[in-house]
């Protein structure tokens, strides 16, 4: 796998949505509310991350009680800060396309281009019956999500846009203003066969759960091997899902794993477990996000363990290197206690991170 040279990217998911990002009893210093939020985006911003993603859920289940809408939620976000780009979800289904394409084109012109759009394709049947939205087959979901893809591409880039779709129409449709340029890159969520051909014909980006490096590499080789067929004419970025725990000692880091282990909470880890039954398993090759996770990856909503980022800052910062080798070009993390931990992996792994990529550089590896 050749490395890609550019500095690997940082991404923190915001906790809009209540509890944390652990189904777990154990204290987490994390608030969903918009003042903690802001500060935490600051916070971010100067700890030398580059984008915060925002959650879209509907209704409550396995111990996220609340949830502030994502579009309206990563605009406050925007506002407060002056450089982190923030990266709103968008469900297919409640979302229509044309509204969708307003609102971030809007978005854009207020924040100087710094909004990015995640499209996710939907794992909790719960959640579309309980709004009254028709739940699809899985790989019908991602149909409708390409759709949503290509119908947000087009009235951002085409000044009379003309789509004939199975789930979108539009007919000469002039959106003004479009967006500013950088347009808002697309990410999407998901691993299934599905989710990475959507990845390899229309996204910017693919985000895919927390994974071991040889993981990631399957899933980058499938991509990049499906891009060709596609004749795709521009390269799918990779994002890569992981729980960080950094603390001073590796013991440290490995008691509070086994803390939140030790106080997940059954009933909630195992709701969930059924749930996503739903999206992972219900893909017909039945390899989707959560396809293979065990309860304990599951403690952690998208298999953010597995990633193993957790250890001292040295260890963390060669781990991050492993799987920018391995094909990521960003690294989405969850914190126990976002405000602390964001600023202290800003002050003591990011650093550590650009070290160890200057010492990869071309020019050094050319020389080695
Ligand atoms: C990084 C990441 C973020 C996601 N964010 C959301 C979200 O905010 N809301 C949501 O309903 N689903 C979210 N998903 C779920 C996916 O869109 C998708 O439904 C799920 O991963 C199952 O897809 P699969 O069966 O194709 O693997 C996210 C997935 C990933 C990997």
Sequence with gaps: ????????????????????????????????????????????EKAGFDYALSQIRFTAGYGADNQHESVSFSHALLAATEKLKVIAALLPGPWNPALAAKQIA???????????????????????????????????????????????????????????????????????????????????????????DMAARVSDWYFTNGNTPDGLTAQVNDIKAKEKTFGKNWRTKIGINAFGIVRQTEKEAKDVLQEILDKA???????????????????????????????????QYNDGFRTNLIGTPQQVAERVIELKRAGADLILLGFLHFQEEVE?????????????????????????
Excluded: C
């Excluded at 039954?277 to 996000?289: I, K, T």
């Excluded at 990011?350 to 010492?359: F, G, Q, T």
């Design 106 to 196: 809007t978005i854009s012109q207020l924040t100087n281009a710094r909004v990015a759009v995640n499209i996710v394709s939907g794992w909790f049947r719960g959640e579309f019956h309980a709004i009254g939205e028709p739940w699809l087959d899985h790989d019908e979901r991602y149909r409708r999500s390409e759709e949503f893809i290509n119908a947000l591409r087009g009235t951002w880039t085409q000044e009379s846009f003309t789509f004939k779709g199975d789930f979108y129409r539009f007919n000469d449709y002039s959106l003004k203003p479009k967006p500013l340029e950088p347009l808002p890159e697309i990410f999407q969520g998901g691993s299934s066969r599905a989710a990475r």
């Design 344 to 368: 202290y992996f800003g002050k003591h792994v990011i650093p550590l991170v650009r070290e160890l990529e200057a010492s990869r550089s071309p020019r050094v590896q050319a020389a080695e």
């Design 265 to 299: 909470i059954p009933e909630a880890v195992g709701g969930f477990h059924h749930e996503v039954q739903n999206a992972g398993n219900a893909s017909p090759e039945r390899e989707g996000n959560w396809a293979k996770s065990t309860f304990q990856d599951l403690v």
């Design 1 to 44: 796998m050749t490395t890609n040279n550019a500095p690997i990217k940082f991404a923190y998911w915001v906790p809009n949505v209540s509890g944390g990002l652990v189904i777990s009893s154990i204290e987490q210093r994390t608030s969903w509310d918009i003042d903690y939020n802001r500060k935490l985006a600051q916070i971010a």
